[in-house]
């Protein structure tokens, strides 16, 4: 029997122990070791984070110039084409000018003959 209640002591003297541990971490001084370890790990995490980020801008960036650029383009294309349609609409103009005074010269005779 006083090996089944010094087991039992046991299990409970952890259990109670787990619960304190749980309830009240207490930090220990890390060894020189295990300070070094810890500091290459969170290095290694910012390192991490600031290559990720990096990407991303120049990801954004390169974005941003590709939407210049097509931005650019399409401005120019516009400037080309009025540049060729105002040409067309002044010939347009033009005759349509001419072609008035034609009409008008047109129908003064004719109105003429009729008189």
């Known amino acids: 029997m006083k090996k ?3 087991k039992k002591n046991r299990i409970k003297r952890r259990k109670r122990i ?3 541990s749980k309830i ?20 290694k995490r910012k390192v991490k984070r600031v290559i990720k980020a990096e990407k991303t801008k ?13 931005v ?3 401005l120019e294309q516009q400037k080309q084409e009025e540049q060729i349609n105002q ?3 002044e010939k347009k103009e033009q005759e349509e000018q001419i072609n008035q005074p034609e009409e ?3 129908n003064q005779p004719e109105e003429e003959k009729k008189e």
Do not use: F, G
């Open 72 to 74: 650019e383009q399409r």
């Open 58 to 70: 120049l990801h954004q960036r390169e974005e941003e110039r590709r939407l210049d650029e097509e």
């Open 24 to 43: 009240q971490k207490r930090k220990k001084p890390l060894k020189k070791k295990n300070r070094r370890k810890k500091k290459k790990k969170i290095y």
């Open 18 to 20: 787990k619960t304190r």
């Open 104 to 106: 008008e010269q047109i």
């Open 4 to 6: 089944r209640k010094k």
């Open 87 to 89: 040409p067309e609409e």
